[in-house]
C-alpha cells in the first residue's frame, strides 16, 4: 500500500536531481552505471530513507495487513488494540497504542536523523 507514496518521493527526487544535474553528467560523460553509482544513488540516499520511514510507518499501522498474514500466533498491534478496546482492556489498548505511536516516531526520527547527517556530510570541504 505504501509502493506508490514511497515511488512518488522517490521520482521528484529523481527529476530535480536530473533538472539540476543532467547537463554536468552529460558533459562529463557519465553514463549508465557509472552515472547512477557516482551521482544518482548519493543524490537519492536522503529520499530513500524518507520513503523507507514513511513505508515502515504507513506498514506498521495498517489494519488490512490482519486480513491477509493473521492468524492466532501471528498479529499485529492495530489488531491488538482492537482487541483490547473491543473486550474493554482500554488500559492495554492505550498503551498497545503509545507502543505503536512511539515505533511510527522513532521511524520518522531515524529519517530525520540520516537526513541532517546526510546534509552535514554533503556541507564539509573537501
Known sequence: MALPFVIRIIEQALKTHRARHGALEAQLGLSGWNRWRLSVLP?????????????????LGDFGVVALFGSD?????????????????????IALALLLTFLVFSAIGLAELFARYDRSERAAPL
Open 73 to 93: 500466533r501471528l498479529q499485529t498491534l492495530p489488531y491488538l488494540i482492537y482487541a483490547n478496546f473491543g473486550s474493554y482492556r482500554s488500559q492495554d489498548a
Open 43 to 59: 543524490a537519492l540516499r536522503l529520499p530513500f530513507f524518507i520513503g523507507f520511514a514513511f513505508a515502515f510507518a504507513l506498514s
